[in-house]
């Protein structure tokens, strides 16, 4: 089963009173055309539910050769697995994203 990890950065989730975008980070399993696939579909989801969002996508050992973790001190927003992942977004968004009134209508 495929899944991917959710971090949000940036000046958003640093508590910046004005940001122009939201700045999420997907970081998926392997470099296979199934991993791939699977964080485009949920970027996808991601960019038609929150305005201004600007989605990077890694794959563990990219995140790894770029230390992009550590060097932009991300917030763990989740987890979306492959079976529920319409729901796993929807608890991400709730949880963190709808803070602030930032969603599409």
Known sequence: MEHVYIYGFGSFF???ENFNDIDLLIIHDSTSYISRKFSLLCKKYLISRICNAHITILSK???VQHN???K????FLG?????SWLEDIDLIISNE????????Q
Do not use: A, M, R
């Open 97 to 104: 994203i709808y803070k602030l009134d930032i969603t599409s």
């Open 14 to 16: 640093n508590n910046k």
């Open 72 to 75: 932009s001190n991300p917030v």
């Open 79 to 83: 987890i979306v697995n492959e079976i």
């Open 68 to 70: 992009f973790i550590q």
């Open 61 to 63: 050992s990219g995140e």
